[in-house]
Structures are given as structure tokens and as C-alpha cells.
């Protein structure tokens, strides 16, 4: 692929493609857009429309390359278009989409799935991460006979009612809806703590005595920029969990087969009682998944009472991206992704270093966010006082010179098995210049 050739020459022959397609999209969708961040708000620049993938870039309507660290907000940890993804699923589509019925690519992931995460004994499908927690939270509930659940400022877990809330005024009071359409009876059952806070969460348990169905955590905090769990954070929260009764939901949407093959599970080694998955397992196709400990997925329908349906559950092509996928994440995959996050983070903290600009630089694995404030957030509050202006204009000039970084401070970079020496090489001389602007 000639990629400079069709910066030179493309993007000036149909210079107008975005802004036609930016005002028909306007005119179609809520702000402009099928998911908030898309819109590219944040940081003062109109969205990209994008029509095309290929390793680690992707091509917008005009037909301008960039070098890629959205990755489909995680899924691409392969790279776009991976040759052997796509053959997987063309060769599923030729046998028909939805059949109606279990397929044997359903058994065959699942199987790899469980394999990988021990402690996901059954699993079920389903087509979306807010659907697999949204499930799994209904399951926490109808397994325990308890109604609170226990979240972290700052955690996404989907936009299902029940945990699209904000903290109340207090460590240990119930949460208020955090947004229009959200109920008081929908955000009242539901209690938002600091991330990182063991004592905010035990005064949870002291002031709410068997009222906990159970907490659900980000294990490595990935919606307000990266934030790594401090020692014993998360050990402790599986102690406060079993010492009180309650469960402890990991939601692996973005970190499961990200930070390790296993996720944060395998990587911290905690074991969950329910974990919720998405992205990476379907290979960048709609999927969701979420699974434990035997005695508890015994209640889902049609063995417990615990009910939970969906007509494109377990899709075949979803299933065919995600065993494709899981294939190539091999040992030496992970080793590859850890040296290029490892080289992407010192040569940044270089580069910031070297132009005076002061940041702080958090990674997990291949999850990686440059916050510009000095020191390493380990709260959404603290990432919250990040400069938010900073990152807008770093983030025009990488995006200037080529380079796509997520449109927000508070979204992660996603490296790719794609990215190597010459990638993250071209990355930093932007950084450099994107930081002496």
C-alpha cells in the first residue's frame, strides 16, 4: 500500500467528502454521531470519518492515512483487517448469519474463553459489554436476594440505568442519576466510591449490613485514562467481598485478553465470582459475554430463574472473529505488546521532558493515556483535574502530522500486535514537535 501516495494525492481530489458526510450525518443522528465520544467535542476538532483499516492505520473519506491508537476503542489489539480475522469471517458469512439456533462456533470460543479465565466456568454470549453487565448485575442480584451494587467513580460499565449514576454526598450513601432519563428509583440502589479507596468501600459494608449483592470494578480503571490499581486494592476488595457475603464483578470489557491473555485476573491474580467481556473476544465484530463460578450462572434461564434472552446472541461471524483472534494472541503477541507499550511510554516521558512540558504517563500493558498534570492519577477526581485544554492541543498536532490518538484526556491509547519499532518511532517525532508546540 502506497500510504504516502494517497496522502498526496487524494485527500486533495475529494477534499469536501468529510464535510458532505459530517452534515448528512448531522442531519441523521444526535449530534452527528452513533456514540458520544465520536464526536470528537472534547477536543475542538470535527470528526474524523473513517472508511478504511489496515494494520495499524486507518484511512479517512478524503483519503488521509493515520497512524492508529483508537483501535476501535480496544477490539483491534491485532491491528485492522487482520488477514487471518477476515478470512474467518467471510468463510462464516458464506454459511449464513443468524441461524436461530446454538452453533459450533459458539462451543469452540467458549471453550478458549473458559480456558483463559478459569473462574468464567459458564458463559453466556450476548451482542454488547453494557449488555453482558447489565446481565451479570441482574444475575448478582437474583443470586444474592440483595439489591446494591457497589461502583467506582469514574468506572463505565455501559449505559444500562442502574449504573449511569454519580456519587451522592457521602462515601457510603446511594448514588443520584447521572443522566436525564435515569430514574431516582433506577441510581438508588447503586453506591459510587473512590477508586483505590479500601476504606470508603469497607464503610459501604458497615453502614449497608447484608444489603450488597455485589461490587463491580474496573480492575484496571481504563474511562477517565488509565489508572492502575494500587497494591492490594483489589485483593482487598475480593476479601470485603467474600468476608460480607457479596460478589465481586470484574468488568473485563477492556482489559480481558488486553493485559494479558487471561485479563487483569490473570495479570493480578484475583479470581472473580463474575466477569463481563466484549471487544477483543468478538475480534472487533458486536459482541458481549459474561460468565463465574458454575452455581451462580446455574441461575440464568433456561436452568434458574434469572431470565436473559437475545436473538443474535452467540452470532456466528462474532464468533468467528473472536476464535480468529484469540489464535494470534499468542505468548510472543503479549511479549511484542509489552516491549511496544513499555518503548511508547519512556520515549513520550522523554520527549515531554525534553520541551518542559510537564505530564504524567500511566500504562497497563498495551493500555496506555498521557495525562497532562504531574502527577500519576490514582482516582477519577484526581484524573478529572487533568488539563483538559493541553490534551486538546497535543492532540491537534499529532492528529496534524498523522497521528490519531483518542479525542479525549480521559479515553485510552490501544496499541496493536501492528505496532512496532518504526510505528512507535514515528509517533514520538510527532510527540516531540506536538509537545514544543
Same mark, same amino acid.
Given at each position: 500500500m502506497t500510504i504516502s501516495t494517497e496522502r498526496a494525492g487524494a485527500a486533495l481530489r475529494t477534499a469536501s467528502r468529510q464535510d458532505d458526510l459530517r452534515a448528512r450525518a448531522a442531519d441523521l443522528f444526535p449530534g452527528g454521531v452513533n456514540s458520544p465520544v465520536r464526536a470528537f467535542r472534547s477536543v475542538g476538532r470535527p470528526p474524523l470519518v473513517l472508511d478504511r483499516g489496515s494494520g495499524p492505520r486507518v484511512r479517512d473519506v478524503d483519503g488521509r492515512w493515520y497512524l492508529d491508537y483508537i483501535g476501535s476503542w480496544g477490539p483491534a489489539i491485532l491491528g485492522h483487517a487482520a488477514p487471518a480475522v477476515v478470512d474467518a469471517v467471510r468463510e462464516a458469512a458464506l454459511c449464513g448469519f443468524a441461524l436461530g439456533t446454538t452453533g459450533p462456533r459458539e462451543v469452540e470460543l467458549g471453550e478458549r474463553v473458559r480456558a483463559a479465565m478459569p473462574s468464567m466456568e459458564r458463559v453466556r454470549f450476548v451482542s454488547s459489554g453494557t449488555e453482558a453487565v447489565m446481565s451479570a448485575i441482574r444475575l448478582a442480584r437474583g443470586a444474592t436476594g440483595r439489591d446494591l451494587i457497589v461502583k467506582f467513580a469514574g468506572g463505565y460499565h455501559g449505559h444500562g440505568d442502574s449504573l449511569l449514576v454519580e456519587a451522592g454526598s457521602g462515601l457510603a450513601t446511594l %448514588?443520584?442519576? *447521572?443522566s436525564a432519563g435515569v430514574t431516582e428509583a433506577a441510581a438508588r440502589d447503586t453506591i459510587v466510591v473512590p477508586y483505590n479507596d479500601v476504606d470508603a468501600v469497607a464503610e459501604v459494608f458497615r453502614a449497608h449490613p447484608d444489603r450488597v449483592a455485589a461490587i463491580i470494578v474496573e480492575p484496571v480503571g481504563a474511562n477517565v485514562g488509565v489508572i492502575a490499581p494500587l497494591p492490594g486494592f483489589l485483593e482487598a476488595l475480593r476479601e470485603l467481598t467474600e468476608a460480607n457475603g457479596a460478589l465481586l464483578i470484574f468488568d473485563e470489557v477492556i482489559t480481558g485478553f488486553r493485559v494479558a491473555r487471561g485479563g487483569a485476573q490473570a495479570r493480578y491474580g484475583i479470581v472473580p465470582d463474575l466477569t463481563t467481556l466484549g471487544k477483543i473476544v468478538g475480534g *472487533? !465484530?458486536?459482541i458481549g459475554a459474561y460468565g463465574g463460578r458454575a452455581d451462580?450462572?446455574?441461575?440464568?434461564a433456561p436452568e434458574g430463574g434469572v431470565y436473559q434472552a437475545g436473538t443474535l446472541s452467540g452470532h456466528p461471524l462474532s464468533m468467528a472473529a473472536g476464535i480468529a483472534t484469540l489464535n494470534l494472541l499468542t505468548p510472543v503477541a503479549?511479549? !511484542?505488546?509489552?516491549a511496544t507499550g513499555a518503548a511508547l511510554e519512556s520515549g513520550l516521558r522523554v520527549a515531554a521532558a525534553e520541551t518542559g512540558r510537564e505530564v504524567a504517563i500511566a500504562r497497563v500493558g498495551s493500555l496506555l493515556t498521557v495525562f497532562f498534570r504531574r502527577d500519576l492519577p490514582h482516582d477519577a477526581a484526581q484524573a478529572l483535574d487533568a488539563d483538559r485544554e493541553a490534551y486538546a492541543r497535543f492532540f491537534g498536532a499529532m492528529l496534524d502530522q498523522g497521528v490519531l490518538l483518542a479525542p479525549s484526556q480521559f479515553e %485510552?491509547?490501544? $496499541?496493536? $500486535? %501492528?505496532h512496532g519499532d518504526a510505528e512507535v518511532g514515528e509517533t514520538l517525532a510527532a510527540a516531540r514537535k506536538a509537545f514544543a508546540a
Open positions: %448514588a443520584m442519576p *447521572g *472487533g !465484530m458486536p451462580l450462572m446455574a441461575h440464568i503479549y511479549e !511484542m505488546l509489552e %485510552a491509547w490501544f $496499541v496493536s $500486535v %501492528a
